[in-house]
């Protein structure tokens, strides 16, 4: 068998690629089109023909109320005929590092391959789910008179959009062109939710697909709200549905994971299903612990130990965290709490609520204390991502 050779992707390779994925997808990815000016594609090739490759590009992800920057992976595939010769391993590597050399410290993907991820260092800070709600319950449980709605995306829905994500671990910090490819790819509708001569509390995004019968399917992209009560009316707006969409759907992730809507409910019945998690790892130790936000009323000095990036051995660490700031530098002090490399994505994207679930996790302690202390200083916001690339 030829040699593999590894290339970013010009025209003609990007062309070949889009036929590969549909090919191994089954489907056409409709992102190798709309991100195309915005993503970096690697492609791995084999006599000139196409057998792997994916998208990639940097953006800042929230952790700690900061902008990290992120390598985001999507649209990867590997040919069929080509699969378990580890050349997934392989291609991620690839992809990685023109990222990493444009700053990128963390990396982000969602992947049905979890086991595969994992492998290489990747782990879910957090479960996914995706909910169904009968539109009824929403339309006989949620009241919102008192708000106006528009329709439509402005500046200050964006601006408020950003300032919620900062409050939750893993939000995109969204570029100039987000909106407008998310907009494209799943023909969304956008409405603005206000008190009146008040500024937007809340941004719902969603799309529509005709049934074939009657009605339509409603599905929801984006949810953000600075209130309980904006929170309120946006679930009223959507029960106003009831005459069209028999249920209301909600994208996985999209819902965050705040309980406005399951305490409220008339009726409980709403159905959850799992899906594929959203995946980090952590590509830079030291820029991503000085780079991510911390928690200003917190001061500690814990030394800990983290596989190193090959796996095959544990280095030592002094993470000092100050007024809001931290780094971690290298020490010959035993460590007192033992993360592996996603062990130490779990904890920085804040993932660990509690001692007993990073326990429960593999993570190793000579003492209660310092495990607890190092657990709060990521806890404080929790891990959410509702982007999706």
């Known amino acids: 068998m030829s040699e593999l050779t590894f290339a970013p992707a010009d025209n003609d ?13 089954g489907h056409r990815i409709a992102d190798i089109t709309h991100l195309r000016e915005h993503a970096d594609l690697h492609v791995a090739q084999r006599e000139g023909r196409v057998v792997a490759g994916g998208l990639g590009f940097v953006v800042d992800q929230f952790f700690g109320g900061a902008p990290v920057p ?9 040919a069929p005929e080509e699969r378990g010769q580890h050349l997934a391993e392989r291609m991620t590597a690839q992809r990685l590092r023109p990222l990493r050399e444009r700053g990128a410290v963390i990396a982000a993907m969602s992947t049905s391959s979890n086991g595969h991820a994992r492998r290489l260092g990747w782990e879910a800070p957090t479960p996914v789910f995706a909910w169904t709600v009968a539109t009824d319950d929403l339309k006989r449980s949620f009241t919102g008179d008192d708000f106006d709605i528009q329709h439509g995306l402005t500046d200050d829905a964006q601006a408020l959009q950003r300032d919620l994500a900062k409050q939750w671990n893993g939000p995109v910090l969204r570029p100039a062109w987000w909106s407008a490819w998310k907009e494209s790819k ?20 969603l ?3 005709r049934r074939e019968r009657h009605g339509m399917s409603l599905l929801v992209h984006d949810f953000w709200a600075a209130s309980e009560q904006t929170a309120t009316a946006m679930f009223a707006f959507l029960g106003r549905h009831d005459t069209r969409a028999e249920t209301i759907e909600f994208r996985r992730g999209a819902l965050p994971p705040y309980p406005a809507l399951l305490h409220n409910l008339h009726r409980f019945r709403p159905t959850a299903e799992s899906w594929h998690p959203w995946m980090l790892r952590i590509l830079d130790i030291t820029d991503a612990i000085r780079l991510r936000g911390w928690p200003a009323d917190r001061s500690t000095e814990i030394p800990v130990e983290i596989e190193n990036e090959t796996g095959d051995s544990w280095d030592r660490w002094m993470l000092q965290l100050k007024a809001g700031t931290a780094e971690i530098t ?34 190793r302690t000579i003492s209660e204390k310092a495990l607890s202390s190092l657990l709060h200083c990521t806890a404080d916001l929790e891990p959410w991502l509702p982007d999706h690339f």
């Open 13 to 25: 390779l990007w062309q070949q690629y889009d036929e590969l994925a549909t090919r191994s997808y």
């Open 207 to 209: 799309a529509m697909k």
């Open 330 to 363: 290298p020490t010959h002090v035993e460590g007192l709490v033992t993360f592996n490399r996603r062990q130490l994505a779990v904890w920085y994207a804040g993932g660990y609520r509690s001692a007993a679930s990073a326990r429960m996790a593999g993570v």
């Open 186 to 205: 799943s023909a969304l509708t956008t409405y603005r939710f206000s008190r009146p001569g008040h500024p937007t509390a809340g941004v719902l995004s």
């Open 70 to 78: 992120s390598a985001c992976l999507g649209a990867g595939c590997v």
